[in-house]
């Protein structure tokens, strides 16, 4: 596996962990939206059976699995989230656009959700589409983490903007506290490759 392939893994993974079960997914945990009732006891049981079958990499079991949960919980975010994540797995790009489509229907300007939705359009190699979705991401929670490292990989790596790239794997680092040591030497790669006068072009940024 390359290295940019261990980083989307890493990224979707923590995706999967967090995506809420009830409501507006958080990444505390699985808690419903404000006002709205907890999920059923059985819908989390059948979510944690779902995720575990993931977490082995058994993406065609957890399929139907999520779906019949779509059937019997229409008004919960999380199954849809982790059916985007499966069948992205399993190179099922449309099919895995429509699933967060359907979570974004239920919680607008979700910005996990629009954080999948770029991994998907990035894996599907739709650059462009991946880069405003990690924007709009962005524009719901500016503070989130992992779209930075996300944008950051996409511009330096696929759309070759490193300046930018710069920017965003910095931010990445403050956000998260400066911890990812895997970050911190891409950082020193960049700044040695870019030219130590060079201006940013902030048009294309977050």
Not at 36 to 61: C, G
Not at 103 to 130: D, K, M
Request: proline share 6%; net charge negative; charged share 25%.
């Amino acid at each position: 596996m390359s290295c940019n392939s261990i980083r989307a893994l890493f990224l979707m993974l923590a995706c999967l962990l967090l995506a809420a079960c009830g409501g507006v997914p958080s990444r505390q945990g699985a808690e419903p939206a404000p006002g709205t009732a907890a999920p059923p006891r059985e819908a989390r049981a059948e979510f944690e059976r779902a995720l575990d079958m993931m977490q082995e990499k058994q993406y065609a079991e957890a399929v139907p699995a999520l779906e019949a949960m779509t059937q019997r919980y229409p008004g919960l975010t999380g199954p849809y989230l982790n059916l985007g994540i499966a069948r992205m797995r399993l190179g099922q790009f449309d099919e895995a656009e429509a699933s967060v489509r359907r979570a974004l229907e239920i919680t607008p300007e979700n910005a996990i959700a629009y954080n999948l939705l770029g991994l998907i359009h990035r894996e599907a190699g739709r650059f462009q589409e991946a880069r405003e979705d990690y924007e709009r991401a962005l524009k719901s929670d500016p503070l989130f983490a992992d779209v930075h490292l996300n944008l950051a990989v996409l511009l330096d790596l696929y759309l070759g903007q490193p300046q930018i790239a710069l920017q965003h794997y910095e931010r990445y680092q403050e956000i998260s506290g400066g911890e990812d040591k895997q970050v911190k030497l891409w950082i020193a790669d960049l700044k040695q490759r870019l030219p130590a006068a060079a201006p940013v072009d902030e048009g294309g940024g977050s």
